[in-house]
């Protein structure tokens, strides 16, 4: 069983020898080439968000599961106590353009928010793109750093180290940094897991690091 440290090559190869799969079957499956899935297992390669839902959706599996969140197991009716940590640099990190992601406590499946520790890289809208937009609220505060908060209704709202905000995650936003380091922030969304992921997209590249 993998953990919350597993890699994505570690996550696949358990997920195919719990099915007793071969790679050819996978490959199959998925549409994968043999070696790309070689390679991903072996982790000499990581997959872009096309090949990640295109691997997700030939297997069957939810995508935060290629996380390290095994679904469905806290699903039984009335589970209650429901517990995660996750110790200083450990996660499920994402790589955008925008964006470095760390996802915390992702042992849980369907969470009702989500938890995310985030640096801002972009520093004009111009180098950000369209602004992004999910189901939801949203909640940040500043760890480190400054940064300017844009949405397509209100004017630009600038906050530093200690400030925090609350919106509405339906209105187009997003995050630039203004200080003269990438501004550190911790981000809490009440957006289905797999949804909130799916928005990485954003004609984006994003690459999973173990």
């Not at 959706?57 to 009716?77: H, N, R, S, W, Y």
């Not at 915390?104 to 801002?120: G, R």
Request: glycine share 6%; proline share 3%.
């Amino acid at each position: 069983m993998t953990d919350a440290k597993s890699s994505l090559g570690d996550i696949l190869k358990d997920i195919r020898n719990r099915n007793r799969w071969t790679l050819a079957e996978v490959s199959s499956m998925t549409g994968l080439a043999v070696s790309t899935l070689s390679k991903v297992e072996n982790n000499q390669m990581q997959l872009t968000y096309d090949r990640l839902i295109q691997l997700a959706q030939g297997l069957k599996v939810d995508i935060v599961e290629l996380f390290g969140t095994m679904a469905g197991v806290e699903d039984a009716p009335n589970m209650l106590g429901r517990r995660t940590y996750t110790k200083s640099g450990d996660g499920r990190e994402i790589i955008t353009q925008n964006y470095d992601y760390l996802y915390v406590c992702t042992e849980i499946s369907k969470k009702s928010m989500v938890p995310i520790l985030a640096v801002a890289r972009a520093r004009t809208l111009e180098e950000f793109g369209p602004l992004i937009r999910h189901k939801g609220e949203e909640f940040f505060y500043v760890i480190d750093g400054e940064l300017e908060l844009h949405t397509e209704i209100y004017a630009p709202l600038r906050l530093k180290k200690g400030d925090s905000c609350y919106f509405d995650a339906m209105m187009g936003h997003a995050y630039l940094s203004v200080s003269e380091e990438p501004a550190q922030i911790l981000c809490v969304c009440s957006t289905p897991e797999t949804e909130l992921v799916s928005t990485l997209a954003n004609s984006q590249t994003i690459k999973l690091k173990s």
